[in-house]
């Protein structure tokens, strides 16, 4: 998410988890390229510079299952071209505001 404050949260509400917090899809890009594995991977789907569609559809590019571990967070404000990228996709996704219970129960389907 490109808003640290949303970032904190995640950070919170998962604190018994291995959690990375970036604010820049370059960042996360770079930090999936290093080989480091993740369980799950929230991003925000409106983002300046690169948007989160952007984010998946270079993950995908480079890395097709990583791109699977994708959970959408959305604020609600969708463009056109982003309701159809989501209605396209298959991944999960989470409203903002979130309730740590959601973020929770998110992260233990993936986990199974």
């Known amino acids: 998410d490109d808003e640290p404050a949303v970032g904190m949260a995640f ?9 990375s917090v970036l604010t820049s899809v370059k960042d996360a ?13 929230f991003s925000d789907l409106m983002m300046p510079q690169m948007t989160g569609i952007d984010f998946y ?11 699977g571990r994708v959970v959408f967070v959305t604020g609600g404000a969708f ?12 991944n999960e996704r989470i409203e903002k505001p979130f309730t740590p219970k ?11």
């Not at 129960?105 to 986990?111: K, T």
């Open 11 to 19: 950070s919170r509400i998962l604190r018994e988890h291995d959690v």
């Open 29 to 41: 890009l770079d930090l999936m390229a290093s080989g480091k594995q993740f369980d799950v991977i």
């Open 57 to 67: 559809q270079e993950l995908t590019r480079r890395s097709p299952k990583d791109a």
């Open 79 to 90: 463009t056109p071209a982003a309701t159809a990228f989501l209605d396209q996709v298959g």
């Open 102 to 112: 959601a973020v929770r129960e998110m992260v233990q389907r993936f986990l199974k």
